[in-house]
């Protein structure tokens, strides 16, 4: 019998007083894929990913890493790795002696790769971490995962702070880090655009509880949108599962599940494909309702 891998999460429920920041939740995360976790403002993204790096301690529920408990399981939480938004490293440390640091403690941390990374986002790693950008901080802390050789990264919110050529230069090297490494990544963004062409699977939640899991290009092809006068789309959409429309000056966008019907459309009707962030929109508003 082949051993299990990948992540698991059985029933999850999280409760801060009377929040519910995780509802049952039970989903997997193959492993070998680059996912993207999506989810509004305070969907429980955070918290998610909190719980399985053993950094929140669930309400009930559990998480599974490759088959064995996460929480307070040494051998299952040495394969994460979990980048977040908050500084866990003293701020008067040098960037530099943190890496040396880091490499003494923990099996794995490659520190001339993470020196490496940091330069090429133009950091100086003699400087102390309070004397750093935002930006700056996060390319650090980026440095710091990549240069972590355990087989699931967890990015929440990875580009926090950085600009466009900083981004641009993350999404590349996280690009060949995959390539090179096949480990398990999981990155919740808002920026859904600017991973769309590097995920494999999406999960969407909301309020807490699963909204869907599913390939991206099951997602691509799940959807798309008709365009022209708002009679003509209304014809259109009659029968149809629509998920929502928007209207554009004396133009109606109607955004429908399933494929597209070219007949149906004629000449009247602009299609198109639905990306990744329109899909996500309408889905989280519909459920919002």
């Not at 959807?223 to 000056?249: I, M, N, P």
């Not at 007949?263 to 009707?269: H, I, K, P, S, T």
Request: hydrophobic content about 40%; overall charge neutral.
């Amino acid at each position: 019998m082949s051993e299990e891998r990948g992540i698991r999460l059985e029933r999850l429920t999280k409760r801060y007083g009377r929040t519910t920041a995780l509802d049952d939740v039970s989903l997997a995360f193959e492993p070998g894929k680059v996912h993207a976790l999506l989810g509004r403002n305070g969907a429980g993204k955070s918290t998610m990913l909190g719980v399985v790096a053993n950094r929140l301690v669930p309400t009930s529920g559990c998480v599974l890493v490759d088959g064995k408990p996460a929480t307070d399981h040494a051998a299952s939480l040495a394969k994460l790795h979990a980048f977040g938004p908050t500084d866990l490293y003293p701020s008067w440390m040098c960037v530099d002696r943190l890496f040396r640091e880091l490499a003494r403690f923990s099996e794995g941390f490659d520190p001339a790769a993470a020196l490496r990374t940091v330069r090429k986002f133009d950091v100086d790693p003699t400087r102390r971490i309070d004397q750093l950008s935002t930006g700056q901080r996060t390319a650090y802390r980026l440095a710091v995962a990549l240069a972590t050789d355990v087989p699931y990264l967890l990015l929440d919110e990875p580009v926090l702070g950085l600009d466009a050529n900083a981004r641009e230069l993350f999404y590349r090297l996280l690009l060949e880090d995959y390539l090179e490494k096949q480990r398990t990544v999981i990155v919740a963004t808002h920026l859904i655009e600017e991973v769309a062409n590097l995920v494999e699977q999406v999960t969407v939640i909301d309020r807490g509880r699963l909204l869907l899991q599913a390939s991206a290009d099951e997602l691509r092809a799940s959807g798309h949108s008709v365009t022209g006068r708002a009679k003509d789309v209304d014809a259109y959409c009659e029968g149809r599962d629509v998920l929502g429309t928007d209207e554009l000056g004396g133009l109606k966008v109607a955004y429908v599940r399933g494929a597209c019907d070219a007949e149906a459309a004629g000449d009247r009707l602009a299609t198109a494909p639905m990306s990744l962030q329109k899909l996500f929109v309408k889905l989280t508003e519909r459920s919002g309702s």
